[in-house]
């Protein structure tokens, strides 16, 4: 049996984590430089609040109702997601995170110790809430798409209270019955509306097509889907993670930037990310590419990139930095009013089993590395930092309605007066 938990809005319901007062009260999140709505609570999603619309168009909605409106707040959202993971992993083994508010359960092997799934389902979400305040929603199944519909009917279809069990055939048609085939794991919306178009509309009606004939109409993944509806399980999952085998950090300012100090500071702090990505991973980067881009919708656009190779593979931040100065400027372009640029880290390879050339210039010092992380794990990142990766703050994106860092940064500690 398999086991999938996954938080009801997790970045609103995250806002509400240190924040009682709004516990009770409609909540929206928005995306980078307040653009989206990214994340509705359940609350506000019953006043009709739609996600995924452009910030201003419904603003005078959120005004209206009183909706509590929250910049994204990425630092709180990834302490709670860990504080979350840390919980699920100890009611079993084997636990495969697959998102920043979901993660899988593999009760295989035992699971003729637990006697009441839709109990131990309760006592899971109880946990959690005890210990993280996130609403949770589980759902179990015989396969991990299973386990992914029955979480599904918990979260979204009448008649569960937050957990959902597949573990028969009558439970099993009922819920990808009330399914439509779009809700199914892995189906998109445009290969939704293909199988429409056969008159396939439901989860059941995919479940009780041919493999071979799903293979041979659209691909050998869905006839996986298809076997794993009905209780085939075909899927799996690494027990060690793969290294990425690129790594980026790009993003669009909260304004236009012109100013060619702002420009180089924003790719310099890119790259220290990258860098600390890198060492995270225990990377190291052959070749750099660094790129700056006006809007598109705007006249005259401008982008440039530039791939930068160095004589030994690094993960040392100041070698990074340095790369950018020194091709900065190839990409400035003076009165062109910048909209996004990044860094990239390109042609990985392992820090544990390197080659080291003998005549290579390798400017790299891994301890000072270590000291610079090791200072911002204990006390928030950018407590420690390049010194030209300061030089000003115009290039950051626009966070209006930002909450406190209550988990990550010393002066945001939420206080208690009794």
């Not at 209206?64 to 083994?93: G, P, W």
């Not at 779009?182 to 509309?201: C, E, F, Q």
Request: charged residues 20%.
């Amino acid at each position: 049996m398999y086991a999938l938990v996954d938080a009801v809005a997790f970045y609103a319901s995250a806002e509400k984590v240190f924040d009682p007062a709004i516990r009770n009260k409609p909540v929206v999140v928005l995306t980078n430089n307040d653009g989206c709505v990214c994340a509705v609570c359940p609350i506000a999603r019953r006043l009709g609040i739609p996600k995924f619309q452009p910030f201003f168009k419904v603003k005078h909605v959120l005004e209206k109702h009183q909706v509590v409106i929250r910049s994204s707040n990425y630092e709180l959202y990834a302490d709670l997601s860990e504080r979350m993971m840390n919980t699920l992993a100890r009611f079993c083994d084997k636990q495969h995170i697959y998102s920043i508010d979901e993660a899988f359960l593999d009760f295989n092997g035992f699971a003729t110790l637990i006697s009441d799934w839709s109990n131990f389902g309760q006592f899971i979400r109880r946990t959690v809430w005890r210990e993280t305040k996130l609403p949770v929603g589980v759902g179990f199944g015989p396969t991990a798409t299973l386990a992914k519909a029955a979480n599904h009917a918990a979260k979204k279809l009448a008649g569960f209270n937050g957990v959902a069990v597949i573990s028969d055939e009558q439970s099993r048609k009922q819920v990808l019955a009330a399914m439509a085939v779009g809700d199914i794991w892995g189906v998109g919306r445009r290969l939704a509306n293909k199988l429409k178009l056969i008159n396939i509309h439901s989860g059941l009606d995919l479940a009780e097509q041919s493999p071979q004939r799903i293979k041979r109409l659209f691909s050998v993944v869905l006839a996986r889907t298809v076997k794993e509806l009905n209780g085939i399980p075909c899927l799996s999952w690494d027990d060690v993670r793969q290294d990425k085998k690129q790594l980026f950090s790009t993003r669009s300012f909260g304004q236009r930037i012109t100013d060619r100090q702002a420009l180089k500071t924003a790719l310099i702090n890119h790259a220290c990310v990258v860098a600390r990505k890198l060492r995270e991973q225990k990377s190291l980067a052959q070749r750099l590419v660094i790129f700056v881009a006006s809007s598109p919708h705007q006249q005259g656009y401008y982008k440039k990139s530039y791939s930068y190779q160095f004589s030994a593979p690094t993960a040392d931040s100041i070698t990074l930095t340095n790369a950018v100065t020194d091709i900065f400027a190839q990409l400035y372009k003076p009165g062109v009013a910048f909209y996004k640029c990044g860094v990239g880290a390109l042609e990985l390879s392992s820090q544990v089993f390197q080659q080291r050339d003998l005549f290579a210039n390798e400017h790299r010092d891994p301890k000072l590395m270590s000291c610079l992380d090791t200072i911002n794990a204990r006390y928030g990142i950018g407590t420690l930092a390049i010194a030209s990766a300061t030089q000003t703050q115009r290039w950051h994106m626009k966070r209006q309605y930002l909450s406190p860092h209550y988990t990550t940064r010393w002066h945001d500690l939420p206080k208690i007066q009794c």
